[in-house]
């Protein structure tokens, strides 16, 4: 099982980015328990005709002993003036919540 601090050493598809963020910067997303681990995903910038957007997605993960738990309630917009214009971040809500299981192949064998 890979460690949490080094998922950011995964390469990221089509130039998005990954990177571990300490409790200071974490603080005031709900979603980050007292031992979780938290993650910025910045996700490449999307262009709609004339307008760009690029969402910037804040997650926790919370290693267990038979899996790894990610959750995230926060994604904020960045781009275009007219995101700010409109208040587009304040138009919808984000949640994620994902459960990674696996099965150990060694403690098949008898």
């Known amino acids: ?3 949490v601090e080094q998922y950011v050493m995964i390469p990221m598809p089509m130039n998005s980015s990954l990177s571990q ?4 910067d974490y603080h005031d997303f709900a979603t980050k328990a007292v031992d ?4 910025e995903l910045l996700v490449p910038p999307i ?13 926790s993960v919370n290693p267990r002993e038979d899996r790894v738990e990610i959750l995230s309630t926060t994604c904020i917009l960045r781009g275009s003036p ?7 971040n304040d138009r919808f809500d984000f949640c994620v919540n994902t459960t990674l299981t696996w099965e150990d192949s060694l403690s ?3």
């Open 36 to 39: 979780d681990i938290g993650f």
């Open 21 to 24: 963020i300490n409790n200071e």
């Open 108 to 110: 098949q064998i008898y």
């Open 47 to 59: 262009t709609f005709f004339k307008i760009t957007m690029q969402p910037v997605v804040y997650a």
């Open 82 to 88: 007219f995101i700010e214009k409109v208040n587009l």
């Open 1 to 3: 099982r890979l460690p």
